[in-house]
Structures are given as structure tokens and as C-alpha cells.
């Protein structure tokens, strides 16, 4: 059967609730597989749910190190390795780049910029969460706010949220449908 042209989706959030963070995972992942790969920097909240076999060897294999990305000639490469075909089973790959300090920020730069749609869960987000500032700041200056979703709740800093996004994000985290839960441009 047909299908619609495959698209990417971006997965940010912050690296607070592990189990919240799986269940938004399970939830978006699943559904959305069938529409195009997930890309995510890799981190312990959601490995149970991403790890596979080549993971596994290289973790018992002592070369889990080579899965880091270190430097931005390496990043280019990763990120054209990435895999967006479909699987015999009709679903997309999971990707997730592993980052050390020093190349996370441009491996976030080069996933939003290869993204259809980014979904960002920021529960609990705060003036304590940089990271996120960063990812933030990024996604006002380079998406179409019509391809984000932000997941907030009560414990999400809206005002520091909208300081980072921009004047369009302020403009977004003030609308009505920020009440909701999900925050999207329409």
C-alpha cells in the first residue's frame, strides 16, 4: 500500500522523570515509527527503550566508547549514517547519538536541522535545566514554530520557556492552548 512520504521526528525533553520520559516515549515512538524515524540524543532515561543488539555488544564488548561522537567531522558523519529507511516490518528506526560535552550542542543543531517536526517534553523545566535553554534558543531561531510540539505542565517555567524561544515562542507559550498541556502553533 501507499504510504505518506516518510517524516523525522525529534525528540528533546528534559532529563528529569525517567519514568514520565519513557511513557511520553512509548506513547510518541510507537505511533510515530510508522510515519518516519525518531531522532534523539542518547541519554539513561530512555535506554531500556531504545537499546538493541549492536548496543549490546558494544557494551559487552568493552567498545561502547565508540558510539560518542567527538568531534564535528565525526558528527557529519553520524548524522548522514542515520538510518531513514523502514524496517522489513514498515516501521522507522529509533536513532540517538551519543554525545560527549563538547559536541552535544552541534549534534542538537544538525538533528533540528534535519527534523520534520520536533517534540520537546519539558516538564519540570526551569532556570536549572541549561541544556534545555540551549535546545530552546536553537528551535526559535531555526524551526517553523507549525513543526513544534512542547510538552509543559505546571512545573514548567513558561516565562523563562518563552525568554528562550524567542518573540515568536512567547507569542506561542501565551496562546490558549497552552492550558492544555501541549503547546503547538497552529
Given at each position: 500500500p501507499?504510504?505518506?512520504?516518510?517524516?523525522?521526528?525529534?525528540?528533546?525533553?528534559?532529563?528529569?522523570?525517567?519514568?514520565?520520559?519513557?511513557?511520553?516515549?512509548?506513547?510518541?515512538a510507537?505511533?510515530?515509527?510508522?510515519?518516519?524515524?525518531?531522532?534523539?540524543?542518547?541519554?539513561?532515561?530512555?535506554?531500556?527503550?531504545t537499546v538493541d543488539p549492536s548496543?549490546?555488544?558494544?557494551?559487552?564488548t568493552g567498545r561502547l566508547h565508540a558510539r560518542f561522537v567527538k568531534s564535528g567531522d565525526e558528527l557529519g558523519g553520524r548524522l548522514k549514517q542515520l538510518d531513514g529507511e523502514p524496517d522489513p516490518d514498515g516501521?522507522?528506526?529509533?536513532?540517538e547519538l551519543c554525545c560527549q560535552a563538547d559536541t552535544w550542542r552541534a549534534a542538537v543543531v544538525?538533528?533540528?536541522?534535519?527534523?520534520?517536526?520536533?517534540?520537546m517534553e519539558l516538564r519540570d523545566f526551569s532556570t536549572k535545566r541549561g541544556g534545555c535553554a540551549f535546545e530552546l534558543q536553537q528551535l526559535g531561531q531555526?524551526?517553523?514554530?507549525?513543526?513544534?510540539?512542547?510538552?509543559?505542565?505546571?512545573s514548567t517555567d513558561r516565562e523563562f520557556l518563552a525568554t528562550n524561544l524567542g518573540a515568536e515562542g512567547a507569542r506561542i507559550v501565551a496562546g490558549p492552548s497552552a492550558a492544555l498541556g501541549l503547546i503547538a502553533h497552529r
Open positions: 501507499s504510504r505518506p512520504p516518510r517524516r523525522t521526528l525529534l525528540l528533546l525533553r528534559v532529563f528529569a522523570d525517567v519514568s514520565r520520559t519513557e511513557r511520553l516515549f512509548d506513547r510518541v510507537a505511533r510515530w515509527r510508522w510515519l518516519g524515524a525518531v531522532t534523539m540524543i542518547a541519554a539513561p532515561d530512555v535506554a531500556a527503550r548496543d549490546f555488544l558494544e557494551f559487552v516501521r522507522y528506526r529509533v536513532s544538525g538533528l533540528i536541522d534535519r527534523a520534520d517536526a520536533v517534540l531555526r524551526l517553523d514554530p507549525r513543526r513544534l510540539v512542547l510538552a509543559v505542565d505546571d
